[in-house]
T-cell receptor, first 110, second 113 residues
Framework: GDSVTQMEGPVTLSEEAFLTINCTYT??????LFWYVQYPGEGLQLLLK?????DKGSNKGFEATYRKETTSFHLEKGSVQVSDSAVYFC?????????FGSGTKLNVKP | NAGVTQTPKFRILKIGQSMTLQCAQD?????MYWYRQDPGMGLKLIYY???????DKGEVPNGYNVSRSTTEDFPLRLELAAPSQTSVYFC????????????FGPGTRLTVL
């Protein structure tokens, strides 16, 4: 069945460091791919999405490119801030059912 | 727009008790979902609905029931609460397109003792 695998955390970085969180997926057909962010005590918020191969989603300095050949959707940011500390979830939507990765906690130190 | 709302925010149940988690959305979305999030884990789909009167099971439906009598509301029923149902429950909704985004409610934290 469909599934999402993302790198385990926590990831601890200093402010202004480069961030990569790996995400790979297994799915039939042509899923849409998403990154969601969850701040403590809150629900998930959409960070970015890509709906077809080679699309790049971007928002708030974060980027991810839909790579069908490697079934990947890695999240990157060039310079993280303390306010980026949160849990990040990779997800796919296939036939209107969503599958989520286990989440990666990011801690950014000043 | 209030978006997706959930009540209650917190609840403690005793083993064997029943309760209904409420979820409502005011965006006229066709699709609604219930997830549970266990500590340090991702979200697992419990049930979903593609429209009023239509529901289907997700990955972890055992111990839960749902109904969808209106477009706006999608309550989740726990009949005989068990400690394994201690979790945070999230409701979400989306419009009908295959690439549309899900919008999440703030969650209900449930503890079964």
């Amino acid at each position: 069945g469909d599934s999402v695998t993302q790198m385990e955390g926590p990831v601890t970085l200093s402010e202004e460091a480069f961030l990569t969180i790996n995400c790979t997926y297994t799915a039939t057909g042509y899923p849409s791919l998403f990154w969601y962010v969850q701040y403590p005590g809150e629900g998930l918020q959409l960070l970015l999405k890509a709906t077809k191969a080679d699309d790049k989603g971007s928002n708030k300095g974060f980027e991810a490119t839909y790579r069908k050949e490697t079934t990947s959707f890695h999240l990157e940011k060039g310079s993280v801030q303390v306010s980026d500390s949160a849990v990040y979830f990779c997800a796919l939507n296939n036939f209107n059912k969503f599958y989520f990765g286990s989440g990666t906690k990011l801690n950014v130190k000043p | 727009n209030a978006g997706v709302t959930q009540t209650p925010k917190f609840r403690i149940l005793k083993i064997g008790q029943s309760m209904t988690l409420q979820c409502a959305q005011d965006m006229n979305h066709n699709y609604m979902y219930w997830y549970r999030q266990d500590p340090g884990m991702g979200l697992k789909l419990i049930y979903y609905s593609v429209g009023a009167g239509i529901t289907d099971k997700g990955e972890v439906p055992n111990g839960y029931n749902v109904s969808r009598s209106t477009t706006e509301d999608f309550p989740l029923r726990l009949e005989l609460a068990a400690p394994s149902q201690t979790s945070v429950y999230f409701c979400a909704s989306k419009a009908g397109g295959p690439t549309d985004t899900q919008y999440f409610g703030p969650g209900t934290r449930l503890t079964v003792l």
